[in-house]
């Protein structure tokens, strides 16, 4: 299930990530430093990984380049999920 209230503050991400906004499922800050995530099919350093977590927001632009192609289980339902989800809206 997608969450409904995203944290991504959109407004605040640096220019250099704001053309990958689409494909940011949910960034924040807290007293550990930034949390990205990706969307479903993004994969970080590896397959199902969907984080970056660096101090600040110069260190994510600097790890940021996601991969699309997770074939972890959870992205494969979801993708599968939005897959059917277009096939009904037709
Ligand atoms: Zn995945």
């Not at 944290?7 to 924040?28: C, M, S």
């Not at 993004?42 to 990984?49: A, K, P, Q, S, V």
Request: charged share 35%.
């Amino acid at each position: 299930m997608k969450k409904q209230n995203k944290k991504i503050f959109k407004g605040y991400l640096p220019k250099e990530l704001r053309k990958y906004r689409n494909i940011i499922e949910e960034a924040y800050k807290d007293d550990d430093g930034i949390w990205v995530y990706v969307d479903y099919g993004y994969y970080t350093d590896d397959i199902g990984l969907h984080l970056y977590h660096e101090d600040n927001w110069s260190g994510i632009v600097k790890v940021f380049n996601p991969t699309f192609g997770c074939t972890c289980e959870e992205c494969k339902q979801e993708l599968t999920k939005r897959s059917k989800g277009d096939e009904n809206a037709k």
